[in-house]
Structures are given as C-alpha cells and as structure tokens.
Nanobody, 125 residues
Framework: EVQLVESGGALVQAGGSLRLSCATS????????VGWFRQAPGKEREGVAC????????YYADSVKGRFTISRDKAKNTVYLQMNRLKPEDTAVYYC??????????????????WGQGTQVTVSS
C-alpha cells in the first residue's frame, strides 16, 4: 500500500520561504515519479513540480520556476519542495502525488495514482 504524508505547511509572509515534506511508503522513486500539486480556493488543482523516476529529471510549472525546488531523499523516503520568495498567489493546499507522467504535470487533469491528504500554505501580503 502506498502512503503519502505531507507536512510543513504554514502561514508565512510574502517574500518568505517554506519547505514542504512528503514522507512516502510503498513507493520506490526508481519506479514512480513523485511531485507536488496545489489547489487554491475556487480553482482547479494544478501541477507545481515533479521529479521523474530513476534519473530524477525535474519539471516545474512556469509560475514557480526559479522560486521552488523539488528534491528527493531515497534514504529517508521523503520528497521535498523548497519554496522561496513566496507570493500571496501561492496560497493553496499543497498535495503530494505519486505515479504519473511527469510530462503531464501541467495538464488540466493528469492521471495520478496516489495522493496525500494535503497541507495548507498561506502567504500573507
């Protein structure tokens, strides 16, 4: 059974930083892409960043390029999302996801096999 558990969400001022963590179990990074999506109130869920299986190529939504960095630690079975220079429009529930096509990250409804429960990120202006 695959389990994804996010943590690290918080209230932060604009311009600040946060690091989200996703502890995974039953999910090998050699076999599955992992990544982060977010959903703001009244909006559809959107892809933020992901890292492919195996070699670990990274993909980012244009809105976060240069500000967010995704990484994974195989020894700790954890995926991270370092978020810098946060903006109020980054406010959303952030979800960890596993097993999907990284090239579909920014598609409207990518096919994702597993989701975490989400963690709230609020950026105040």
């Amino acid at each position: 059974e695959v389990q994804l558990v996010e943590s690290g969400g918080a209230l932060v001022q604009a311009g600040g930083s946060l690091r989200l963590s996703c502890a995974t179990s039953g999910c090998s990074y050699d076999d599955y892409a992992v990544g982060w999506f977010r959903q703001a109130p009244g909006k559809e869920r959107e892809g933020v960043a992901c890292i492919s299986s195996g070699h670990g190529d990274t993909y980012y939504a244009d809105s976060v390029k240069g500000r967010f960095t995704i990484s994974r630690d195989k020894a700790k079975n954890t995926v991270y999302l370092q978020m810098n220079r946060l903006k109020p429009e980054d406010t959303a529930v952030y979800y960890c996801a596993a097993n999907f096509n990284p090239r579909e990250l920014t598609d409207r409804r990518p096919i994702v096999d597993w989701w975490g429960q989400g963690t709230q990120v609020t950026v105040s202006s």
